[in-house]
């Protein structure tokens, strides 16, 4: 079974950064799309970003319009990590985010227990 761990989330200022880590121990993640989601309260769950697999030469990436320029999605096949960088920060990111198996820009599978990012100053 697929199991994943997020970490790396926090409080953080409007224009601040954090990066969030995902990390399994049982599997090796370069052989699948991995992506982020986010959930907020009372809103609907939100695909942010999601990374090719390790054979699909062209490395592509998605991202939701809401975080284009701001946040990068990359993956270190050695750490058998994803990351999610997220720069410039706003309060309208301020969300619990899930790292998952990625079968389209809001299709996910296999989340993990979410990381918590809040936004405030």
């Known amino acids: 079974q697929v199991q994943l761990v997020e970490s790396g989330g926090g409080l953080v200022q409007p224009g601040g950064s954090l990066r969030l880590s995902c990390a399994a121990s049982?599997?090796?993640?370069?052989?699948?799309?991995i992506g982020w989601f986010r959930q907020a309260p009372g809103k609907e769950r939100e695909g942010v970003s999601c990374?090719?697999?390790?054979?699909?030469?062209?490395?592509?990436?998605y991202y939701a319009d809401s975080v284009k320029g701001r946040f990068t999605i990359s993956r270190d096949n050695a750490k058998n990590t994803v990351y999610l960088q997220m720069n410039s920060l706003k309060p309208e990111d301020t969300a619990v985010y899930y790292c998952?198996?990625?079968?389209?820009?809001?299709?996910?599978?296999?989340w993990g227990q979410g990381t918590q990012v809040t936004v405030s100053s």
């Open positions: 998952a198996l990625c079968f389209g820009h809001n299709d996910f599978g296999s």
């Open positions: 049982e599997f090796a993640l370069d052989y699948y799309a």
């Open positions: 990374i090719s697999n390790s054979d699909n030469s062209d490395g592509s990436t």
